[in-house]
Nanobody, 127 residues
Framework: QVQLVESGGGLVQAGGSLRLSCAAS????????MGWFRQAPGKEREFVAA???????????YYADSVKGRFTISRDNAKNTVYLQMDSLKPEDTAVYYC?????????????????WGQGTQVTVSS
């Protein structure tokens, strides 16, 4: 069982920045594939970013086209934490942001492929 706890959400003006954190339990965090998803009111949950690790290719990152160049995902294995640095925020980035963990397998942008989820943190970007 893996527990995920997000923090760092809030209200920010368009063009501003926020950094989300996700603290994870588990002894093998370094091998987990971690992702960030978001869900706006009335919309489906969508992929934002992911960071994976494999013994063959090392660390890899993936981004949705809508956030590429503005968001950066990173991880600190010593702290069992994954981060999402969000810059140049836009009103359309407003959503509840969820941290997710996939214990095995390769990268996937599909929410159902992830095994564990955090409770979510609200991000609101005002225009």
């Amino acid at each position: 069982q893996v527990q995920l706890v997000e923090s760092g959400g809030g209200l920010v003006q368009a063009g501003g920045s926020l950094r989300l954190s996700c603290a994870a339990s588990g002894r093998t965090f370094a091998t987990y594939n971690m992702g960030w998803f978001r869900q706006a009111p009335g919309k489906e949950r969508e992929f934002v970013a992911a960071i994976t690790w494999s013994v063959w290719s090392g660390r890899s990152t993936y981004y949705a086209d809508s956030v590429k160049g503005r968001f950066t995902i990173s991880r600190d294995n010593a702290k069992n934490t994954v981060y999402l640095q969000m810059d140049s925020l836009k009103p359309e980035d407003t959503a509840v942001y969820y941290c997710a963990c996939r214990g095995s397998g390769s990268h996937s942008p599909i929410a159902s492929a992830y095994d564990y989820w955090g409770q979510g943190t609200q991000v609101t970007v005002s225009s």
